[in-house]
């Protein structure tokens, strides 16, 4: 099939699971029925994909508070108790992180719960969602390793554990978020990549990177507004990546300021390419949808394009995000028709 959709990740939540429009979305209840409410939200956000026409779906990451957070609660040698501030993607926004004050291990599975619950509830392929070492390491205090790319790696190694074991639950791709990629350039380029091949080693299904310039919340379009008229991050990290063991690469398309003409750096990639505009309340129409991938066309074989989301969906209003779940599903159906 050409043009295949996805999306980046997260959906917003049901206001019966956690409060709505926010990150860090407090939980609505506690214990069972918590587990109960997250069994129930990762059923709806499958079958909202299969209704709007998503092909490669995900859980939409209703069973964890944040994306990298979710991973980090599952790990021996982090302290949440004693919480620090900390620069987030250096220093655009300030958060209370925890700290990793000894050697790090996993207490045993992470995401088993929802990658199972998606497997058992979708025959359409899944893609899982997690935290690239790279974007980890900027999310959290280290008081034990005295090492960025030490740390890196340990984590590297922890997420390998995690998707080896989703791709033993049955999951067709593994996709790990690199935000950071688009801060740290020169890092990412060095050793960042290396960290990432580390994190998908021995993985047999498909494995993505996802690098994108954040949610819509204001510390990013802050930040956006400072980047000038042409955001050309993707240029310094793009040839690393390509020469990766990595499959697919997600890149922010719609309404960036992104020169397309960069993706032509990614020639031997699948490109996810960012069709919808999580910055922006505007729903786009089928037509938006299908003048995003007719462009993307100029740079990428239209057999390497994935039509997705440019970012995650957690903070937005439910309505919206279904909104603009539909057009992705119609735009890309309308790009077949007219470019088959």
């Known amino acids: 099939m050409l043009f295949p959709t996805t999306i980046a990740g997260s959906l917003p939540k049901p206001e019966w699971l ?24 990762t059923i709806l956000a499958l079958k909202l994909q299969e209704d709007y026409g998503i092909d490669i779906v ?24 004693h919480k620090v501030e900390m620069g987030i993607r250096n220093d655009r926004y300030k958060a209370m992180v925890p700290q990793v004050v000894a050697p790090l291990r996993l207490k045993g599975r992470v995401h088993g719960f929802e990658g199972q619950i998606a497997r058992a509830h979708t025959t ?5 969602t997690l935290p690239g070492p790279m974007t980890i390491i900027d999310t959290i205090a280290d ?39 688009n801060v740290y350039m020169s890092e990412a380029a ?21 690098i994108c310039y954040g949610y819509g919340i204001k510390a990013n379009t802050d930040w956006k507004e400072t980047l000038g008229d042409q955001w050309r991050q993707y240029e310094d990290i793009f040839p690393a990546i390509d020469a990766s063991a990595i499959q697919q690469v997600a890149v922010e398309c719609r309404n960036s300021k992104v020169p397309l003409e960069l993706l032509s750096l990614l020639k ?21 949808v299908c003048a995003t991938i007719e462009a993307v066309m100029q740079h990428v074989p239209k057999s ?37």
């Open 18 to 41: 956690a409060e709505p429009n926010k990150l860090w979305a407090p939980w609505k209840s506690s214990g069972d029925e918590l587990v109960r409410a997250k069994r129930d939200a």
């Open 58 to 81: 995900t859980e939409g990451e209703q069973a964890r508070q944040h994306f990298v957070h979710g991973f980090l609660e599952a790990v021996e040698g982090i302290d949440f108790a």
């Open 124 to 128: 359409r392929k899944i893609k899982f």
């Open 143 to 181: 008081r034990h390793y005295g090492d960025r790319v030490k740390m890196a790696f340990a984590f590297a190694e922890l997420l390998n554990e995690e998707a080896k074991a989703l791709e033993a639950d049955g999951i067709d791709m593994i996709q790990f978020d690199e935000p950071a990629f």
């Open 190 to 210: 060095d050793w960042g990549v290396k960290a990432l091949e580390r994190a998908a080693q021995g993985l047999t299904c498909a494995t993505a990177v996802h």
């Open 268 to 288: 031997g990639k699948i490109v996810q390419a960012g069709v919808i505009d999580v910055a922006s309340d505007e729903v786009e129409t089928a037509e938006d």
């Open 304 to 340: 390497n394009i994935v039509a997705t989301t440019n970012c995650g969906m957690a903070p937005m209003r439910r309505d919206i995000a279904e909104a603009k779940l539909a057009a992705l599903g119609a735009g890309a159906e309308l790009a077949r028709q007219r470019f088959a």
